[in-house]
């Protein structure tokens, strides 16, 4: 995914203990500016659970995240229906449509891969698309690029494809899934494509690992106790598509959402575990602004806004070693992302994800509440 993973100060620092609590990537900007990145996502409708929803409006509202492709998960299927006969293309045009903007996208791999090796040379034309569209991303870009991944089948294909484009042109790489410990992750985002997961792990790119569990707080879940806080600050047509996304209604989804009478929206706890990501590739940090209120910021946006003094170590990264079991002729596990973790290792090869304040949950969910409350 990026260049090749180097040990810098950065990693001097960690491995001393100490975590980068939201910190920023290394080369993150002071002043404003875009950061080239690519989304790859099981963004669907009807959704399974519309958490990818949430974190799409996040996405979106992260302006200093430049969107230049968005890839859908080809693994989800459901009868009569796939990311080829709607999918999670409806939820996409209609955030590109309350946003102004017009990212290209495509469908990703429906298979898992077959070995750590596979470059999927005789898939299916169709499914090739997310592969084909990241490769020209990279192509394209003047600039290394970041990317969050959901499944990393595609991005994995990517690496064997193109292991120079991807050691010149990937920034960073931000994957979610698994547990944040030594043995099986036995999660849904792994077992869509285990293999995959495994692989991402030796491709040497600046990997930052998000576990969806963990143990001592090595993951990215927080809990939101009624989602309707997070309405209460949307604009019209961003409610319209949560709307949608929960009433499932058989209505034209452009339409929907530029309809102007305000939605009725469920009451219920809801799980989240994308956003902080997210904030951390664009280059943001959490700051208190008052009591109960904290937002994800620029250190540029802090100091505008006086509070430059007030950051938050909500969560941080800290260095690991992972990598995944010999496998040979006598011992020869089966693929069910089977990792051994070593935490703050003298060769580390990704960060991991590690919660840092008691009040995690509150500070993440009042951040997402204000970042929906963005332009």
């Not at 940090?285 to 430059?308: H, K, Q």
Request: proline letters at 8%; aromatic letters at 10%; glycine letters at 8%.
């Amino acid at each position: 995914m990026t260049t090749t993973f180097r040990i810098s100060m950065m990693w001097v620092a960690l491995a001393a203990g100490t975590a980068f609590a939201g910190a920023l990537p290394a080369t993150a900007p002071d002043e404003m500016r875009t950061i080239p990145f690519i989304y790859c996502s099981d963004l669907f409708h009807p959704a399974m659970d519309p958490d990818d929803h949430f974190d799409l409006a996040a996405v979106f509202r992260l302006k200093e995240l430049d969107i230049k492709a968005v890839v859908l998960d080809g693994h989800i299927t459901r009868p009569g229906q796939d990311q080829l006969t709607g999918g999670g293309k409806a939820p996409l045009e209609q955030m590109m449509d309350i946003c102004g903007r017009n990212v290209p996208f495509a469908i990703g791999l429906k298979r898992k891969l077959l070995d750590p090796n596979d470059k999927a040379l005789d898939e299916d034309p169709r499914f090739l698309a997310g592969v084909n569209l990241i490769i020209k991303t990279l192509r394209e870009s003047s600039v290394p690029v970041t990317l969050k991944l959901s499944t990393g089948t595609d991005f994995a294909v990517v690496c064997n494809r193109e292991p120079e484009l991807v050691r010149q042109k990937v920034k960073a790489v931000y994957l979610n899934g698994g547990h944040g410990r030594s043995g099986p992750s036995n999660e849904y985002n792994v077992q869509l494509d285990p293999v995959a997961f495994e692989r991402i792990f030796s491709t040497g790119v600046n990997l930052y690992w998000n576990p969806v569990f963990g143990d001592i707080g090595y993951n990215n879940f927080f809990g939101i106790k009624d989602q309707h806080v997070l309405f209460e600050t949307c604009s019209l047509p961003l409610k319209r598509f949560f709307a949608y996304a929960f009433s499932k209604p058989e209505a034209d989804p452009i339409a929907f959402v530029r309809e102007r009478t305000e939605p009725e929206l469920p009451h219920m706890k809801r799980q989240m575990w994308s956003p902080p990501v997210l904030a951390h590739a664009a280059g943001r940090r959490v700051y208190e602004r008052g009591e109960g209120d904290w937002l994800w910021l620029t250190l540029a946006a802090a100091r505008r806004m006086g509070l430059e003094g007030r950051e938050c170590r909500a969560y941080g990264y800290v260095p690991v070693r992972v990598v995944p079991p010999e496998r040979g002729m006598v011992r020869n596990p089966p693929r069910n992302g089977l990792l051994n973790v070593s935490f703050y290792p003298d060769r580390p090869n990704a960060q991991i994800f590690r919660q840092d304040h008691p009040d995690y949950a509150k500070i993440m969910t009042s951040c997402l509440r204000n970042l929906y409350s963005e332009d």
